[in-house]
């Protein structure tokens, strides 16, 4: 039974960083795609962005590009988030999810394996 375990979440000034990351308890390459996702109160899930474990097949939501950068290091079994140019409607709970198929960002389907979620504020 994998765990993701995110962590790396704060409170930061707009125009801020933060680099959030998501620690593996397997190896992220047996997984095909790994994915950040947020939730803010009263609002859907959104996909963030995502890639493959092993190409550099990479989605980032409109809301995010130029801003956020989603990279992974296998040997670590680690998954990362930097997220630059923070702005106050980024603020939500972000949660690192892993995926042994195929996946559809929007809805999260193909998305079998969820961490617990890490928390940022921007203010």
């Known amino acids: 039974h994998v765990q993701l375990v995110e962590s790396g979440g704060g409170s930061v000034q707009t125009g801020g960083s933060l680099l959030l990351s998501c620690a593996s308890s397997?190896?992220?390459?047996?997984?095909?795609?790994m994915a950040w996702f947020r939730q803010a109160p009263g609002k859907e899930r959104e996909g963030v962005a995502g890639r493959h474990t092993k190409v550099d097949t990479i989605y980032y939501a409109d809301s995010v590009k130029g801003r956020f950068t989603i990279s992974i290091d296998n040997a670590k079994n680690t998954l990362f988030l930097q997220m630059s140019s923070l702005k106050p409607e980024d603020s939500a709970m972000y949660y690192c999810a892993a995926s042994f198929g195929s996946v559809n960002y929007d809805s999260g389907q193909g998305f079998g394996v969820w961490g617990q979620g890490t928390q940022v504020t921007v203010s």
């Open positions: 397997g190896y992220t390459g047996s997984f095909t795609y």
